[in-house]
T-cell receptor, first 116, second 117 residues
Framework: AQKITQTQPGMFVQEKEAVTLDCTYD???????LFWYKQPSSGEMIFLIYQGSYDQQNATEGRYSLNFQKARKSANLVISASQLGDSAMYFC?????????????FGKGTTLSVSS | DTGVSQNPRHKITKRGQNVTFRCDPISEHNRLYWYRQTLGQGPEFLTYFQNEAQLEKSRLLSDRFSAERPKGSFSTLEIQRTEQGDSAMYLC???????????????FGPGTRLTVL
């Protein structure tokens, strides 16, 4: 079974609108971390936001927020006020356990296209 | 530039040749990771170093692959006798570490894109 599932291969949004990118995860470990990365066409993975399994509040970083629903095992990324520069591939990733140095498990990604 | 750097950015080689990639992590980071990303997929973990010690290797890391981090700073990933299936983007990441940490964010370099003809 896939550990990280991103069901939207592609999403389209207009500038200044909000968009939600879906991510569901599967783990039996009570301690885990969830990450979102952005990958522009240049290839570099850019860290956006982190949510820990024990965090009581949803994470926010500027225009990015994470809609964390633990019971549903979902960690959707919300981008508010989309910009043309947001066009990229977006990956959801998970680290199981609370040990630093554990590998990240990535989903297949969602391509976001922002139009003017 | 204080981010993770990787060289070369692109490498084209013929099947059967050996290739070596280099990764320079963020200077104060003691953890270094290698991932491989094929077209249309997310990155897949290959191996991980804490300082100079290689602590974890994925089953994806066949005998033809070897990674080193001799002084706990930069790392090299070598692929011997390359095959067409090795064509991929090879990504390096580093993290600060410092004991148990549920965050320990991994920061990635720009990657090395390998094409095996």
């Amino acid at each position: 079974a896939q550990k990280i599932t991103q069901t939207q291969p592609g999403m389209f949004v207009q500038e200044k609108e909000a968009v939600t990118l879906d991510c569901t995860y599967d783990t039996s470990d009570p301690s885990y971390g969830l990450f979102w990365y952005k990958q522009p066409s240049s290839g570099e993975m850019i860290f956006l936001i982190y949510q820990g399994s024990y965090d009581q509040q949803n994470a926010t970083e500027g225009r990015y927020s994470l809609n964390f629903q633990k019971a549903r095992k979902s960690a959707n990324l919300v981008i508010s006020a989309s910009q043309l520069g947001d066009s990229a591939m977006y990956f959801c990733a998970m680290r199981e356990g609370n040990q630093a140095g554990t590998a990240l498990i990535f989903g297949k990604g969602t391509t976001l296209s922002v139009s003017s | 530039d204080t981010g993770v750097s990787q060289n070369p950015r692109h490498k084209i080689t013929k099947r059967g040749q050996n290739v070596t990639f280099r990764c320079d992590p963020i200077s104060e980071h003691n953890r270094l990771y290698w991932y491989r990303q094929t077209l249309g997929q997310g990155p897949e973990f290959l191996t991980y170093f804490q300082n100079e010690a290689q602590l974890e290797k994925s089953r994806l890391l066949s005998d033809r692959f070897s990674a080193e981090r001799p002084k706990g700073s930069f790392s090299t990933l070598e692929i011997q006798r390359t095959e067409q299936g090795d064509s991929a983007m090879y990504l390096c990441a580093s993290s600060l570490g410092g004991g148990l940490s549920s965050t320990d964010t991994q920061y990635f370099g720009p990657g090395t894109r390998l094409t095996v003809l």
